[in-house]
């Protein structure tokens, strides 16, 4: 089986080219995916416990550390104790971090509404149902590693 022929090979090149995508227009505006990712994902009004910011986008938390410092040198965001839980530390954005995060939002619904305009609904609706099927036989761990010897050789 050539790697092309596998479904993995088109999921990790077509995220390779989005990420590719959004770092050049992130990098206009002088941060990075990762940058608008997290902005994204910080709740504007009230901040963000930074415990759950990792779990929210699936991130690794030495990875979400190193970003969440060099956010706070930039000026996009800013620590704070949790008035709910004196333990905990709520992430908010600054001024700053609120204009990148409109960037941020505005480039991913630019993408998004490229893509629901140029693809025809069913073939979106056929693409979330394959997307999320994986998504659940992965998280319900029914990939069977053992039974595809004989069909793949």
Known sequence: MKPEDTIDFHIKRTWQSIAKMYNEVASTYG????TGYVLLNIDKEN???STSLGPKMGMEATSLSRILKNME???LIYRKPNPLDGRSVLVCLTAKGLDRRKDAKRT???FNDSLFSSIPEQ???HFFDV???INEMISNRKINFNSHEAKHS
Do not use: D, Y
């Open 31 to 34: 941060g990075t995916m990762a």
């Open 47 to 49: 901040g963000t416990p």
């Open 73 to 75: 040198s930039e000026e």
């Open 108 to 110: 991913v619904l630019q």
């Open 123 to 125: 073939k979106l609706e």
């Open 131 to 133: 997307i999320n099927t």
